[in-house]
């Protein structure tokens, strides 16, 4: 059977760096609150001339560079976004557009911050069923031009951010390429991380009181985040390992989605290992929703942390609540 193997890998951030002491002067926060909780001392906004999709291409066309394919190679293309330019349609149709692909399918996934690894496993299953050949997977985020930067705000600006990353899947026979995907979700925990309007459950779905009353910016209970993805990041990392018959020691390197730093030492020390085996660089990009991993996948391969043959390990957990992992043989 088939299997579906990176060829390719990009990223993309914005040029604007907002470091911690860029917010102590817009927000009552300071740069020892958020290094300590968070682990962060950068991130990168869009200035005023960017949007995601702009993001996103510059990422998709790294990515074809390093798999070394053109456009016309392209067979599908997925998007995994919480923050497209427009209301409807997606960025994916743009992305197509943009870098002159053939007619292809594409179509956004809005799974939050685990919206890169589901796209990876919807990819995944059109190529073992050889329905196409090669797949773009992109994840794209502009999260800071909907944050609430004043005091109130504090708990959740400081930590969101904006870039992209993608990723080139291939058909090959080889025994490289993704492993296995687990997906889950719990809409129970629906409003402790969510942005309600606009949506269907406001008729109309905008209105001048909807803003005044904030409905528009994103809300988290940081808490009960934090405490559920402490326990979903190892249990879903486990049940990669458990599928694949493999233990944590075949493992070259975790590659969790950059919630918290504080989040993947927990994640470490639950699985037993050290900060040298589960990669982290939220320090220089805070938290890029979608598209943390592709970016930390970028740079954990950048430094060598695993190459070819090796086994490595995504894991996401995120809003909805949703949580997911891969398993791949790079
Ligand atoms: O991508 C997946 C989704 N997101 C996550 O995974 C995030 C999960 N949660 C977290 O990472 C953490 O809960 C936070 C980093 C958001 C917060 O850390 P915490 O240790 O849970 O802090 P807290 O919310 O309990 O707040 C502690 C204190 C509060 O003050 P009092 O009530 O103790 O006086 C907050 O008002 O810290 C205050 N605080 C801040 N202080 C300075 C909250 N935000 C800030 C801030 N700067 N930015």
């Known amino acids: 059977m088939k299997k579906a193997q990176i060829t390719g890998i990009g990223f993309n951030v914005p040029e604007r760096i907002v470091t911690n002491q860029d917010l102590e002067k817009i927000m009552d926060t300071n740069d020892q ?49 919480l923050t497209s330019d427009y209301f409807f349609p997606g960025i994916s149709n743009q992305i197509q ?24 496993s919807i990819g995944d299953q059109f190529i073992r069923t050889e329905q196409y050949k090669t797949i773009l997977v992109v994840g794209a985020e502009v999260q800071s031009t909907a944050l609430d930067i004043s005091d109130e705000g504090r708990n959740i600006s400081v930590l969101f951010a904006d870039g992209a990353g993608a990723a080139i899947l291939q058909a090959t026979d080889s025994n490289k ?38 409905k528009h910016l994103p809300y988290m209970n940081g ?5 559920n993805a402490v326990r979903r990041f190892p249990e879903v990392i486990n049940e990669a390992l458990d599928a694949n018959k493999l233990t944590i020691d075949d493992i070259a390197q975790i590659i969790p989605h950059q919630a918290n730093h504080r989040i993947s030492e927990a994640v470490a020390r639950r699985m037993g290992v050290g900060m040298d085996k589960v990669f982290s660089n939220i320090k220089n990009y805070g938290n890029t929703t979608a598209a943390s991993i592709p970016i930390a996948m970028c740079e954990a391969r950048e430094k060598g942390l695993f190459s070819s043959d090796d086994i490595i390990i995504l894991a996401a957990f995120g809003a909805g609540f949703t949580w997911a992992s891969t398993a791949i043989r790079w």
């Open 97 to 120: 557009h943009a870098l002159e692909m053939r007619k292809v399918g594409a179509f956004d996934i809005k799974a939050a911050c685990s919206a890169f690894i589901y796209s990876l």
């Open 177 to 214: 390429g993704i492993l296995s995907t687990h997906l889950h979700s719990d809409g129970k925990f629906l409003k402790e991380l969510w942005c309600e309007a606009p949506g269907t459950s406001n008729n109309p779905r905008l209105t001048k009181d909807i803003l005044d009353e904030g």
């Open 33 to 81: 609150w958020i290094q300590k909780r968070s682990g962060i001392t950068q991130r990168h906004w869009v200035g005023e001339e960017s949007n995601t999709s702009i993001l996103a291409i510059k990422a998709a066309k790294n990515a074809m560079l390093d798999a070394k394919i053109d456009a016309n190679d392209i067979d599908l293309v997925i998007c995994a976004t």
């Open 223 to 227: 808490r009960e985040v934090f405490k």
